[in-house]
Each structure stands twice: as C-alpha cells, then as structure tokens.
C-alpha cells in the first residue's frame, strides 16, 4: 500500500495526472524558484526537496509509468541518489545562480557594442525644408596604437593561467540536495580569456579612446516628434573585436508660436479685422515661402476657417503636400475716433440686422 506520509506528486507539482512532460518541467521550475532556499527571500526547504522528488519520478517515463500504476510503493520512486541531478536541474540552477547550460558559454567571443541615444532640437521652418546639421558628441574610437589589444606590445598579451584562455573557471556549488558544478567567469581576466602584462599607453588598457567629434547628418523634412535618426558605429566600442553599436539621435521639435501641425495638414490661427470679414477683404497669410494674398469669401463667421490646399507640410518621401487651414480670429478695434462712431452710426441706423433684438424677442417667450 502506498505510503500516506507523502503527498501526490502531481499534487506537488499542481498539474493534472494527464500532464505533458514540458506541463510538469515548467510547473516544477516555477515552484523551485519560488521554494529554493538560495531564492529572495530565503524559499522553503523541505518544500523544495519535496517537489524536486516529485519532478525526479515525474520526469522519467519509465518511472513515471511505475508511479502512475503503483503509486509511492513503485520501485525507484522518490529521490534515488539523484544521479542525473545535473541534467534534471541544470537550467533551473543556471537561472538561480548564473550558471547552468545558458551561460556555458566562451566570454571572451566577439560582443557588439551597446546604442547610445543624444537629443535634438529643431524648429518647423526645419521639419518644413529638411536641415542639415552638425552636433558635437564624445565617439568611443577603436585603439589604433593596439590594435584593440589594450597591450603595449602584442608580447604583452598572455594567455590567462586560471581559465587557460577560455574566460570560464568551474567551480562547485552546495545545495540542498548536494554539491553541484558550476560554471562562471573568470575573476582573473574578466572573461576575456588573456592578461595585459603592459597597458597601451594611448587607450590605458581599455582597447578604445573617448574622442570629441563633428557629426554631421541630413534631417528630412516633414520629419516628426519622438523620431530617430540612426548613425551607424558611432556608439559604443565593442568587445573583443566585434561590431561597434550604433548612434541614435531623438528629434524634439519645438512647439510654433501661432503654428500647429496635424500630420501633413498645418494650421494657422490668422488675426483680421471684423471690416475684413464683412467687407470680404485681401489678406495677407504668412509661409515659410513667403506672404499669400487671399480674398475673403462674404459671409465668414467668427470661428470659420478657410482651406489653402496643398500649401501645408510634405508627406514623408513624396512631393504631394497637406492643407492650409486657415482659422480667423476676427478682431475689433479698442476704441474708436468720434467722426468713426458717427459713420457706425449711420450704418447701424440704415441696417436692419441686429441679431440680439432677434433673439431676444424670441427667447424672453421660451426662458
């Protein structure tokens, strides 16, 4: 009869007795980084050692079928000297510790290096015509004295006595279910495999110099807020000979005192005066290529625009162009002469539009 001392493995683990082995191989490691006890904050260890025995047995199809028809009484069940710990337990172990088959790997390869990200700031007159620009920027610079050796001779780049050239050193780790090899980089070469006897007098050991450089680049027009314009091998130096990384320059574009823009479309709010609108007058509307003149139709109201097509920002690769919309801010003067109050006057007397009277009349019935 089996054992009522323990729990079901498949209870253990929380999976279905139907479980597939990938099913129990992720339940088993989510709950082993839960409950180890090098985990944060401390796990559980006799509830690690209690799913780490469920996974054993479940793991293994023979032993999985032994434990399916006799239960805990099945012979291997259990915890059976783990000989296959390392293989079972590798990836959870190289996940807590660093170590295991993900990292077991040479350090010292060839590493691009990391982008780096500098900010613009340009105007609309810039998103409208496109610039070009020169920016002023600290580049990493391979070593040309070295040749990226960081030596000052190439007789002063030896082989490292510890890892013997590989970057890597094993070493042994307790846990709770016994020793366990691991594998890290090594502390005396920093994973590169080789030891500077002599430092490079230009780059100091590094295998690169920090140089102020001159950067210039084209801005397209109609570019937009937030975009980025990349600059090939001018980030970060890479490591051991590989790809240097890549510049990226964030556009800002500063806001227009009396422009706005919405995709290609660009909207202008234009002061003109209430005899403008009225009389259905020339007005003069500002470009970036210069003064438009444009009649007023008759009949514009407070608030009305009017639409110059094709006279806003280009599309993005093309000629084709967006709209001008033009929205009136109709102004009156602050005071007036008395031979103009006069005139007003007489035009006042003469009209019969008074669009207050109108509404009075007829809301006072409905208010």
């Known amino acids: ?40 904050g401390g796990g559980n260890e ?21 434990y399916d028809q006799f239960g805990h009484d099945a012979p291997g069940s259990g915890t059976s000297g783990f000989s296959d710990f390392g293989s079972a337990f590798g990836d959870l172990f190289g996940d807590l510790f660093g170590g295991g088959r ?3 790997q ?9 982008n ?27 070593c040309d004295a070295c040749k990226q050796t960081g030596a000052k001779t190439p007789n002063d780049v030896v082989t490292c006595d510890k890892c013997k050239g590989h970057g890597t050193v094993q070493y042994v780790q307790q846990t709770p279910l016994g020793m366990f090899r691991q594998q890290g ?24 110099y920090i140089e102020n450089q001159k950067l210039e680049f084209d801005i397209p027009r109609s570019i937009v807020d937030g975009q980025q314009i990349r600059i090939k091998g001018k980030g970060k130096i890479g490591h051991n000979g590989g790809a240097q990384g890549d510049l990226f320059i964030g556009i800002n574009i500063k806001r227009h005192p009396f422009l ?23 007005i003069m509307i500002p470009t970036f290529e210069g003064l438009i003149k444009e009649k007023l139709p008759l009949g514009l109201q407070y608030g009305d625009k009017i639409t110059l097509k094709g006279k806003g920002f280009f599309y993005p690769n093309s000629t084709r ?26 035009v006042n007397n003469e009209t019969k539009f008074d669009p207050n009277e109108d509404f009075a009349n007829s809301a006072i019935k409905r208010i």
């Open 102 to 104: 993900r990292t077991q």
């Open 46 to 66: 006799a509830r690690f050692k209690e799913i780490s025995e469920a996974y054993q047995t479940l793991s293994d199809p023979q032993k999985r079928t032994a």
């Open 106 to 114: 040479r350090y010292n390869g060839k590493t691009a290096g990391d």
């Open 1 to 40: 009869m089996a054992s009522k001392t323990k729990r079901d493995y498949y209870e253990v683990l929380g999976v279905a007795r139907s479980a597939s082995a990938e099913q129990i191989k992720k339940a088993f490691r989510t709950l082993a980084k839960e409950h180890h006890p090098d985990a944060p």
């Open 260 to 282: 706005d823009r919405q995709g290609s479309d660009m909207y202008l709010k234009l002061p003109v005066s209430y005899l403008d609108v009225i009389l259905g007058n020339i």
């Open 185 to 208: 980089v090594c502390n005396s070469c920093q994973g590169l495999g080789q030891i500077i006897r002599q430092k490079c007098i230009k780059c100091k050991g590094h295998r690169y």
């Open 321 to 346: 162009r967006g709209d001008l919309h033009i929205i009136l801010d109709v102004q009156f003067p602050m005071k007036c002469s008395k031979s103009e109050q006069e005139k007003l006057w007489s």
């Open 116 to 142: 780096i990200l500098t900010k613009v700031e340009i105007n609309f007159r810039d998103v409208f015509f496109g610039k070009k620009m020169t920016i002023s920027i600290n580049i990493d610079v391979a």
